[in-house]
């Protein structure tokens, strides 16, 4: 479907339904979150009777995602050690209908604005020290041209120490300013992507047999990564109109970090593990790969939108008539945990980052608004995927205010009537037991979070290892507090017709 | 396995709904019947409860719940502790609950704070501070410190007061200050001192020329008096020793609250005002109000926001209710013989009160049934007090008016 995917480019008959899906994520959250308030201010007893029906479903929920990140995790654990070069090797490409292993190249695309040479360069280590022939990759490094001279000439270096070992490599030197676009990341790797596609053509390297991989400055691929990938991408049918995804890590920096930005980001990667049982339904995060030839077909990313993750994921869904998909491979992309100078700078900045993540939810209008005219796209699967965007973004900005506010409220405020009444006394009991019920899948994602972070720099006692599984008791203000809040700020800002300033995240490394 | 969890929630939910309201399948008649419950908690906690001849498995503080409807004989009991029994009935949906039951020992735990005999104690609620009487001389009475535990003369031994014949002294809650008046039939004087300060006494005599109906003032600000006469409030200011008459009149009575002072008009209505500034007084509509201010006797209960007041023979619990026009009046206990002092205890669950030279234990309960406990006999004629800080009632021993503690809630 032709559809211009974009926020600010609506023709004039679709700015007030533009307006009203703007305004619905935001006010459906506040409306449950203050309603609830109300009620148990009004209607203690009914509030008590909302909370269980609504604790029943979140506990259920988290047992649901709790068996899968499990068997995700079995899955990761039991991939990691997987020979992918070996298994191409034993591909028949003409079963499968894929193009030669030889006659596939990558483009690997890493947008620079103000990360210093040694934040860089480890990805580009990662890929040297993996098993894929870099030969057949072009390597790219985005380049805003506001980047500090320092920057700059850090980026000069690397070309010059790396290009032989790459295809080749190219510093796309994205100009300030132009026309149409935002300051944003998915404007910087799009011209990038553009240079990239005026590269193949000059070579004669058909899109069909491209994988563009966007990572950030500070990812470090797997060992596996670009073979895995190749794997797949040489397995899937309809590869030209599918993306992978990757389980991302925050492990680069995790040992440095304070606890609370360190769970918040395992949970980011548990989440990820999570949605990868559910292919159906999986929408690009942070770094990814997908087909060049659906990315040129599509449009390449929004210039105007800052989300540039999902968004060229529902660019892509909509602009091929909901035929296309992501696949989830398992293998890991490890990134910066989000940090500061300071404590105070820290916590700032994950906060930012967050709600520069929850900004995602400035897809949810655009998006709809293409649903509506989407003839060729199956009603259930427009309801479907409609229902889970939304859907993601109430609760993951009202679900930790219900748990840690409202589920206490009612028994605080009960009236005469409400506490005269066996609910009164039966309603805190049961809630009781959820949570206690609930504590177990704590106690799954914090034996998960051992397994899989990082070995430490110097061996952790037993007491440090404890300490790790001690944290876990924080989550409930963390996530609160980093994680729902920024998620309401984003959606409060959308709701009032207001824009996010695009806010790169500081990298730090000890 | 979305649909297996989905249908998991789709029964999960709504029984457990309905469990919380009350309703539980009954296998013996094969209905679904809704339910009640009883709560108890009682101090001191783990106690034993029995319904009917059963014993439930949990201790105290528990909710007993799917009880059918109807009525019930719970006790509770603990070793060292007399039984609290009370039939309870039971209604579909709803909770009786008995908080705050106060379990009394068998055999009370009496702590002697002083060896000498005493006539009288004189509360001085909300300071820490008793006033002991051992005779009718300035010079007998002492103050006893309830933290210290120790007692010292009210007046130092070199006062010039300390001869001074006693008639009557009078305290303020909250208020460390006293105002004693006593003297000769020719030559009667007021002295008002300060119950922490052995020498801090001040003769007032000549600021009150006339016996007053009525003399009070507030803890916030203990240098200014009131005094009512004849329908004239007047303002006694200590630390200039001015006398102020008329300050206001045409009062009925009146009390001092929260830096303001409530009147009781002649034509009954309440007005506040703020002392010491002459904004226009203001009409105070509370029904609530009226009740310390057409009965000496009225104490109150800020957990609960309740009066109580008594006669001789009965005791009542005021509260404001819901039309704030009216006030809602309970009679809690009948049967007395002379209530002479009521004491809230316990938040407001207990009242602690003085029949004739006995001390009983009043546990209010939701259904009006309240139980009544003895305690212990006091010394005939005397006051006892109840600190809500130490937990301890306060009294002079029958035999030998030596002041004693018992500690009515076992922690």
Not at chain 2, 82 to 110: D, Q, Y
Request: with cysteine; net charge positive.
């Amino acid at each position: 479907m032709d559809y211009e995917y974009s926020r600010f480019k609506i023709p004039d008959d679709e700015k007030a339904l533009e307006r009203f899906l703007e305004i619905l994520p935001g006010a459906l959250s506040w409306t449950i979150i203050i309603g609830m308030v109300v009620l148990s201010f009004v209607r203690p007893m009914s509030a008590a009777v909302v909370m269980i029906a609504f604790l029943v479903y979140w506990l259920l929920r988290l047992i649901y995602m709790n068996i899968f990140l499990v068997a995700s995790y079995l899955k990761l654990a039991k991939e990691k050690d997987t020979d992918w070069m070996e298994r191409i090797k034993s591909i028949d490409t003409s079963a499968v209908r894929s193009p030669k292993f030889d006659d596939i190249y990558h483009v690997v695309i890493v947008p620079v604005i103000n990360e210093n040479r040694r934040v860089v360069e480890s990805g580009i280590k990662g890929l040297k020290t993996g098993d894929y022939p870099l030969k057949k990759a072009l390597f790219m490094i985005a380049l805003e041209e506001v980047a500090a001279d320092g920057v700059k000439k850090d980026i000069e270096d690397l070309r010059n120490e790396y290009k032989d070992i790459f295809l080749d490599f190219i510093i796309a030197v994205h100009p300030a300013g132009l026309s149409g676009e935002m300051r944003t990341k998915s404007a910087n790797t799009a011209f990038a992507a553009k240079q990239a596609a005026e590269y193949l053509k000059e070579k004669k390297i058909p899109y069909e047999n491209v994988i563009v991989s966007d990572f950030d400055a500070d990812a470090i691929p797997s060992r596996n990564y670009l073979s895995c990938l190749t794997y797949h991408f040489m397995t899937t049918p309809d590869r030209t109109r599918t993306g992978f995804q990757p389980i991302p890590l925050f492990h680069n920096n995790i040992w440095d970090v304070p606890p609370f930005a360190r769970i918040l980001d395992i949970g980011t990667s548990f989440f990820q593990l999570i949605e990868a049982t559910n292919p159906e339904k999986l929408v690009t995060f942070s770094c990814y790969s997908m087909s060049f030839k659906a990315l040129v077909d599509a449009g390449y990313w929004q210039v105007d939108m800052i989300p540039e993750d999902s968004g060229i994921f529902w660019k892509s869904f909509i602009r091929f008539d909901g035929e296309y998909r992501v696949v989830p491979i398992y293998t890991t992309v490890s990134m910066d945990i989000v940090t500061g100078p300071t404590l105070g700078k820290t916590l700032l900045n994950i906060y930012k980052q967050k709600r520069r993540w929850a900004w995602g939810v400035e897809n949810f209008p655009v998006v709809i608004r293409a649903f509506l005219k989407a003839d060729k796209i199956p009603l259930f699967k427009k309801i479907s995927y409609g229902y889970k965007l939304l859907d993601s973004f109430i609760s993951w900005a009202t679900w930790s205010f219900l748990l840690t506010f409202v589920s206490w409220l009612p028994a605080v405020l009960a009236s005469r009537e409400f506490a005269s009444s066996t609910a009164y006394y039966t309603i805190p009991r049961i809630n009781g037991t959820i949570f206690s019920l609930a504590s177990f899948g704590l106690v799954v994602c914090a034996v998960i979070s051992l397994l899989l972070l990082p070995r430490r720099r110097k061996r952790a006692g037993i007491i440090k290892r404890a300490g790790h599984v001690l944290e876990w008791l924080f989550i409930p203000v963390t996530i609160l507090s980093l994680s729902s809040l920024p998620a309401l700020d984003a959606q409060t800002r959308l709701m009032f017709g207001k824009n996010l300033a695009y806010w790169a995240a500081e990298k730090f490394r000890k | 396995m979305f649909y297996l969890f989905l249908l998991i929630y789709v029964q999960v939910c709504p029984a457990l709904i309905l469990y919380s309201l009350g309703y539980i399948f009954n296998p013996v008649s094969r209905q679904v019947v809704r339910t009640g419950l009883v709560y108890l908690s009682t101090a001191p906690a783990d106690a034993d409860i029995f319904l009917g001849k059963s014993r439930y498995k949990y201790k105290t503080p528990a909710s007993i719940a799917e009880l059918i409807p109807g009525r019930y004989k719970v006790t509770v009991r603990k070793g060292g502790y007399r039984p609290w029994t009370h039939i309870v009935s039971i209604e579909a949906g709803k909770a009786a609950a008995f908080e705050k039951i106060i379990l009394i020992p068998h055999t009370p735990k009496i702590i002697p704070f002083s060896p000498e005999a005493h006539d009288d104690i004189i509360p001085m609620s909300g300071t820490g501070l008793l006033l002991l009487k051992s005779g009718n001389r300035l010079s007998d009475y002492s103050v006893f410190d309830l933290n210290k535990k120790i007692s010292r003369p009210l007046v130092a031994s070199g006062s010039s007061f300390k001869e001074l014949p006693v008639i009557s002294v009078i305290t303020q809650p909250e208020s460390e200050m006293i105002l004693v008046y006593g003297g000769t039939l020719w030559n009667r004087e007021y002295l008002y001192m300060n119950a922490e300060k052995e020498d801090a006494v001040t003769q007032i005599t000549k600021l009150l020329p006339e016996k007053p109906d009525q003399i009070k003032w507030s803890p916030d600000e203990n240098l200014a008096i009131f005094t009512l006469r004849n329908g004239s409030v007047h303002r006694l200011d200590i630390g200039s020793m001015a006398l102020y008459p008329d300050y206001l009149e045409g009062i009925k009575n009146f009390i001092l609250r929260d830096r303001s002072i409530y009147t009781l008009e002649k034509d009954d209505t309440v007005l506040r005002r703020t002392y010491g500034k002459n904004d226009e007084p203001e009409i105070v509509k509370d029904k609530i109000i009226y009740l310390p201010l057409t009965r000496e006797n009225a104490v109150y209960n800020k957990d609960t926001k309740d009066f109580l007041y008594w006669t001789r023979r009965e005791i009542f619990r005021a509260g404001q209710a819901e039309d704030e026009q009216a006030l809602a009046t309970q009679k809690v206990y009948t049967g007395g013989n002379n209530i002479r002092q009521c004491f809230w205890i316990h938040g407001g669950s207990h009242i602690l009160f003085v029949d004739k030279d006995k001390v009983k234990l009043l546990g209010l309960v939701p259904d009006g049934n309240h139980h009544v406990e003895p305690i212990i006999k006091i010394k005939r004629n005397s006051s006892v007090y109840y600190s809500d800080e130490t937990g301890y009632l306060y009294f002079l021993d029958p035999k030998g008016g030596r002041l004693n503690g018992l500690r009515i809630l076992a922690l």
